[in-house]
């Protein structure tokens, strides 16, 4: 009986499997929150010093994600092609987005200067474009395209690229 405990137990604590259309969709999630919250206080020193630093690195850690788990690996896969090549198109115009406003210097002064909120809620729509495109194009066609025991495969690729696991297989 305790054998059979041990084993329960371990299969408790043992993290369940997930979609990469899991992980995406709940992260995608988490940098709304964030973008949103950001406008809710955009005219406060708060919100540049301290949440844009959060959002910003949120966004480079999720492309990069999204890089190895997704786009790499099904890049071959010609009923893809269109949806990733996009993807790849919004990921390179976010970045550029991020690194101007990144190039504004972190004074006061220049941080709450119209200029800098203009070019943060272009970030905002281009962020919330390219989400909506993923998960109203990009996941259903995944689904059609992939068993879902690929799709698992990609979430834990995903997963592993997080915590500098990533191996080079696909």
């Not at 940098?31 to 919250?37: A, F, G, P, S």
């Amino acid at each position: 009986m305790a054998a059979r405990n041990e084993k329960s137990m371990e299969r408790a604590r043992a993290e369940e499997p997930e979609s990469l259309i899991e992980i995406l969709t709940r992260v995608h999630w988490e940098i709304r929150c964030l973008l949103r919250e950001m406008e809710q206080i955009l005219d406060t020193s708060t919100a540049i010093y301290e949440l844009y630093p959060r959002i910003r690195v949120a966004l480079e850690v999720h492309a990069e994600g999204e890089e190895k788990a997704l786009y790499e690996p099904l890049s071959s896969f010609p009923e893809l092609k269109r949806l990733l090549s996009r993807g790849m198109a919004a990921h390179v115009e976010i970045e550029q987005s991020l690194h101007r406003l990144n190039q504004k210097p972190w004074r006061r002064e220049q941080i709450l200067s119209t200029e800098w909120k203009t070019e943060f809620r272009v970030l905002h729509r281009k962020v919330l474009v390219h989400i909506d495109e993923q998960e109203n194009l990009l996941f259903p066609e995944l689904s059609r395209q992939l068993a879902p025991s690929r799709i698992e495969d990609l979430g834990n690729r995903y997963k592993l690229g997080l915590t500098g696991q990533l191996g080079t297989t696909q």
